[in-house]
């Protein structure tokens, strides 16, 4: 995109600020008009609030792999009985695991042994026999945990860089 004399490209995200001479043309005039002063300051009266806000101490990196498998452990229900069901298997089993590495780092001991137990259950290798009415059931259960798992282990914050290797 080619800039205009003085002004940012067209379509651009960079807004004229009332008051500065970023936005003004090569006359040195402002944009005139309804809703002209409200668009360079809309910016920064959103990115004030951000600014101000604390960081929190702790991150929730197991919310999106436990929602994503509570997604497909629900939605795969009618596959119990089909060759597709060997699919799902792997998916579940991929993200209990990287759910259960997020809870060794957030110390999350219960959540470590609920993502072991589900690994185990749904591994596609050794599978385990288990009757289709409670496997069901078990889909639902295992969909709930991943839910609260996903929300409740909390891995801290580091302030500190690791070393490039």
Same mark, same amino acid.
């Given at each position: 995109?080619?800039?205009?004399?003085?002004?940012?490209?067209?379509?651009?995200s960079?807004?004229?600020?009332?008051?500065?001479?970023f936005?003004?043309?090569?006359?040195?005039d402002?944009?005139?008009?309804?809703?002209?002063?409200?668009?360079?300051?809309?910016?920064?009266?959103?990115?004030?609030?951000?600014?101000?806000?604390?960081?929190?101490?702790?991150?929730?990196?197991?919310?999106?792999?436990?929602l994503?498998?509570?997604?497909?452990?629900?939605?795969?229900?009618?596959?119990l009985? #089909?060759?597709?069901? +060997?699919?799902?298997?792997?998916? /579940? @089993? *991929?993200?209990?695991?990287?759910?259960l590495?997020? !809870? %060794?780092?957030?110390?999350?001991?219960?959540?470590?042994?609920?993502? #072991?137990?589900?690994? +185990?259950?749904?591994?596609?290798? /050794? @599978? *385990?026999?288990?009757?289709?009415?409670?496997?069901? !059931? %078990?889909?639902f259960?295992?969909?709930?945990l991943?839910v609260?798992?996903?929300?409740?282990?909390?891995?801290?914050?580091?302030?500190? @860089?690791?070393?490039?290797?």
């Amino acid at each position: 995109m080619a800039a205009r004399k003085g002004r940012p490209a067209v379509g651009s995200s960079l807004g004229a600020a009332r008051g500065s001479s970023f936005g003004a043309g090569a006359t040195g005039d402002r944009a005139a008009g309804p809703g002209a002063d409200r668009a360079g300051t809309a910016g920064r009266a959103r990115g004030a609030g951000r600014a101000s806000r604390p960081v929190p101490d702790f991150t929730r990196p197991a919310l999106a792999p436990g929602l994503i498998a509570a997604i497909v452990l629900l939605a795969c229900v009618a596959f119990l009985d #089909a060759p597709a069901f +060997v699919a799902v298997r792997w998916v /579940v @089993t *991929v993200l209990a695991l990287i759910v259960l590495v997020f !809870a %060794l780092r957030g110390r999350a001991w219960w959540a470590l042994v609920v993502t #072991a137990a589900i690994a +185990v259950c749904w591994n596609p290798l /050794v @599978t *385990v026999p288990i009757p289709g009415q409670v496997w069901a !059931a %078990l889909q639902f259960v295992a969909a709930a945990l991943f839910v609260v798992m996903g929300l409740a282990v909390k891995v801290p914050r580091t302030t500190d @860089t690791p070393a490039a290797r």
